[in-house]
T-cell receptor, first 117, second 114 residues
């Protein structure tokens, strides 16, 4: 069965601290995609990254970095030198390729990040 | 490129009333999705269309929810009659095909059932 777990419900940090958001997933598929989305108070879901299951290379984009480890079924997200504008709810999501339809996203419960000035 | 348009932005209704939400996807996107996001939870897929055909509606409560996508462009999601537990944000998304590329979400409709 497919599942995404974000064990951290809320995280609070002070500006300029580094913070890591954890994501653990379950799937029987060998081909799948993992995502991170940001949901600011305005409500829209902002795409951050997509990774396919065959690409375990870590990625860095500015202050954001992602660590994908198939051995532990984890896809963690780190924000370096956090800023107040990073305050939002962050979602990890999974889509599987087994049915030929990778359009269905399975989301975790989300982690609320509060960055205090 | 215009984004995914949704209306209304907010809606408050009494239980047992009916309500409808509208979504206009990005031009050229064949696949359209409706997600339900209950407060404090991640979005959950309700229904997925490929052009004007249904790909997946396994989690749509069909006794009260219905959706259509006439002409394979915009879509309407209806709830009749509404229950208190239907209070949520209803998000529409679209993509080029049934794959995760070019996946874009709208701003959502926040429904409150009182």
């Amino acid at each position: 069965a497919q599942k995404v777990t974000q064990a951290q419900t809320e995280i609070s940090v002070v500006e300029k601290e580094d913070v890591t958001l954890d994501c653990v997933y379950e799937t029987r598929d060998t081909t799948y995609y993992l995502f991170w989305y940001k949901q600011p108070p305005s409500g829209e879901l902002v795409f951050l990254i997509r990774r396919n299951s065959f690409d375990e290379q870590n990625e860095i984009s500015g202050r954001y970095s992602w660590n994908f480890q198939k051995s532990t079924s984890s896809f963690n997200f780190t924000i370096t030198a956090s800023q107040v504008v990073d305050s939002a709810v962050y979602f990890c999501a999974l889509s599987e390729a087994s049915s030929g339809n990778t359009g269905k996203l399975i989301f975790g419960q989300g982690t609320t990040l509060q960055v205090k000035p | 490129e215009a984004g995914v348009a949704q209306s209304p932005r907010y809606k408050i209704i009494e239980k047992r009333q009916s309500v409808a939400f509208w979504c206009n996807p990005i031009s050229g996107h064949a696949t359209l999705y409706w997600y339900q996001q209950i407060l404090g939870q991640g979005p959950k897929l309700l229904i997925q269309f490929q052009n004007n055909g249904v790909v997946d509606d396994s989690q749509l409560p069909k006794d009260r929810f219905s959706a259509e996508r006439l002409k394979g462009v915009d879509s309407t999601l209806k709830i009749q009659p509404a229950k208190l537990e239907d209070s949520a944000v209803y998000l529409c998304a679209s993509s080029y095909g049934s794959n995760p590329y070019g996946y874009t979400f709208g701003s959502g409709t926040r429904l409150t059932v009182v």
